[in-house]
């Protein structure tokens, strides 16, 4: 008989096994490319050897993720999201984030990387502003470009490129020209006047792609255009003659924002995931490798590095904070009339 109880007793033990796996892997949901290939290969590795879990890494748009939140929402699969702060502050409203843990790292984030309600926090700045090529502003000798106003130029006329309201790019270079027009988000005409008058005429594309904003801005087709300061860095780094600049106005706040999922397995594991990702080294890693800039106020980095992200009280106190709550109301009611007064 001591054969079949221990044959018996091994499929037991087996099936221990593979139960203690299953409670103990962390579903994380953030975006592709880049962001994507630092997270399997430099951030998540440390993390399941200090910790014994397996952290799956789900590829998707803030949009894609968002969906999948609302849709699972009786049954969540994802453990935390990382997603743009538009988006996020959704699903805060919508109740898909639980409370973030006053604890560890957390306590080092900069005061507007804790966003409304606790249930999110901002894992990385990126500044929305401008950014050229400089040899084609040289061959026409123009000026390097200075304030939002410039994308209302008609020298720039074909040679200006935005993302689509559909981007946060294009919905921020909207409500920059509302504000600088006499408008708010919460009074939207002079932006859309703006922006269907003087600075559509100057548009090329609207262009939603990375990469095809990233190529048009190498050959010269896109001279000036609306981006963040991680893509135009990334773009820099393969050699082009490319600036960005922080407009005299100021830049806008796009930030990456992360929580962990309302109902979704693993909470726990979820929280200190989330403290590994705004922990000063990740934070650090982040800003080496793709750009983005720390909301841990420890973080250390090399001058050159800082010179290239958001990085200090004196960067990140300049940010412009758009008003999520307003816009999301309006986001619906905008993209429709940007498709057709603006982007016609």
């Not at 983005?292 to 050159?304: A, S």
């Not at 412009?320 to 940007?338: F, G, L, V």
């Amino acid at each position: 008989m001591r054969k079949p109880i221990s044959v018996l007793s091994a499929a037991v033990l087996a099936l221990s096994a593979g139960f203690a796996s299953a409670q103990t892997t962390l579903y994380v949901g953030g975006s592709g490319g880049s962001t994507e290939k630092l997270f399997k290969e430099k951030i998540i590795p440390p993390f399941e050897a200090k910790t014994g879990s397996k952290v799956v890494y789900i590829a998707g748009n803030s949009t894609d993720i968002l969906a999948k939140l609302q849709a699972q929402k009786a049954k969540q699969e994802m453990s935390l999201a990382i997603i743009d702060d538009g988006p996020m502050y959704q699903a805060v409203g919508q109740g898909l984030c639980s409370k973030v843990e006053e604890a560890g790292t957390v306590k080092e984030l900069y005061p507007n990387a804790r966003m409304i309600g606790d249930k999110s926090v901002g894992i990385a700045y990126i500044a929305t502003g401008l950014a050229y090529n400089k040899d084609i502003f040289a061959k026409n000798g123009w000026p390097a470009p200075t304030s939002w106003q410039d994308l209302t130029d008609p020298k720039y006329k074909g040679k200006v490129v935005i993302p689509p309201i559909t981007n946060g790019y294009g919905l921020l270079t909207l409500v920059m020209m509302a504000r600088l027009s006499g408008g708010s988000e919460a009074k939207m005409d002079p932006g859309f006047e703006v922006m269907a008058k003087k600075v559509a005429p100057n548009v090329v594309a609207w262009e939603p792609s990375p990469g095809k904003m990233a190529q048009m801005m190498q050959t010269g087709e896109a001279a000036l255009v609306v981006w963040g300061n991680g893509r135009v860095q990334s773009v820099v780094d393969q050699g082009a003659p490319v600036q960005f600049v922080y407009p005299k106005e100021g830049a806008v706040a796009l930030m990456v924002a992360a929580c962990v999922v309302e109902g979704g397995p693993q909470p726990k594991l979820g929280q200190q995931f989330l403290q590994h990702i705004v922990s000063a080294d990740v934070q650090a890693l982040m800003a080496n490798e793709i750009g983005f800039g720390p909301v841990n106020k420890t973080t250390k980095l090399d001058p050159k590095v800082a010179e290239r992200v958001v990085f200090g009280p004196e960067k990140v106190n300049k940010l412009i904070s758009a008003d999520y709550n307003i816009i999301n109301a309006q986001r619906a009611e905008w993209t429709k009339r940007w498709n057709r007064v603006v982007e016609k």
